[in-house]
């Protein structure tokens, strides 16, 4: 279970709302989660503090020098963070809910946030364990990354979301796109509620709900419903392909 997470980053005020708004806010408040900035620059000797430089070869850009990169890792490992490095990056493995809760339960995470064009590759070979990609569009650095995989691991630590089942139930629809919802007034600009969800009927309602994720997943996601889950007998006509996730 997720208990501290420390990121390596040159702009630790990014991490400002992640510590006290919403999910995230409200798991580091209770003590449940512990996270800590490192920035590169504060481990720079010279008097300019650079933490960037030209690549060799050219090209546009600038490089993350390696040296203020590696002690702000060997500092944070030295105050307890974990000694597995995570580089954010877009080379990385392609993060999915599967990964996700794999993560969300290793102990600390020690993430590493790259700008510019990229950092040293030699800084990647000596301290580097793995890299992970939230999707394939470009951002401009880590940070907004390790935003993503912090609120989606640590909404999965049990006593973070208000009902638990919620979280559960998320690693069997994960292959599948949620059913709509509806909240009072029953009819809304001349809009009603669909009438299964006012039958009172139970089974009327789930069989519904499931129907029509079912219908919303073939139409707009029929990359998620080739890939049957695991709960599903609906989908089992599909071939299932071998996952991978070796997180
Ligand atoms: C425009 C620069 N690109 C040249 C082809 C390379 C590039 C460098 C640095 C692209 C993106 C970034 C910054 N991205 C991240 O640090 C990052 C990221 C991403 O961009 N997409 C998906 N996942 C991630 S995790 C970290």
């Known amino acids: 279970m997720l208990r501290r997470i420390d990121i390596i980053t040159l702009f630790p005020e990014w991490f400002d709302s992640v510590k ?16 800590k900035c490192w920035n590169p620059r504060d481990f720079t000797d010279d008097p300019h ?10 090209g546009p850009g600038m490089v993350m020098r390696p040296e203020p990169l590696a002690l702000a890792i060997e500092a944070a490992q030295a105050n307890g963070a974990a000694s597995a490095v995570t580089y954010l990056s877009p080379q990385g493995q392609l993060l999915d809910q599967a990964g996700i809760q794999a ?12 700008r510019y064009e990229g950092i040293d590759e030699r800084l990647i070979e000596a301290l580097v364990d793995e890299e992970l990609s ?37 690693s069997f629809s994960a292959g599948r796109l949620d059913h709509p919802h509806y909240t009072r007034p029953s009819t809304w600009r001349g809009r009603a509620v669909p ?7 139970h089974g009327l309602i ?28 609906e989908a089992s006509d599909v ?3 071998a996952p991978k996730h070796d997180l």
Do not use: F, N
């Not at 006290?20 to 996270?35: K, S």
């Not at 993560?103 to 790259?114: E, I, M, T």
């Open 206 to 233: 789930e069989q519904w709900r499931a129907q029509i994720a079912a219908e919303r997943t073939k139409a707009r996601r029929p990359d998620l419903w080739a890939r049957p889950a695991a709960s599903d007998p």
């Open 20 to 35: 006290t708004l919403g999910l995230t806010g409200r798991a580091i408040d209770q003590g449940q989660v512990e996270l």
């Open 239 to 241: 071939p299932p392909p």
């Open 134 to 170: 939230i999707g394939d569009y470009v951002l401009s650095g880590g940070e907004p990354a390790a935003w993503v995989v912090m609120d989606a691991a640590i909404r999965l630590l049990p006593g973070v979301l208000g009902h638990p089942e919620s979280a559960e139930q998320d």
């Open 103 to 114: 993560l969300s339960k290793r102990s600390q995470w020690l993430l590493l946030c790259g």
């Open 195 to 201: 009438p299964a969800l006012v039958s009172g009927d």
């Open 49 to 58: 503090r650079s933490v960037d430089d030209r690549p060799y070869g050219g």
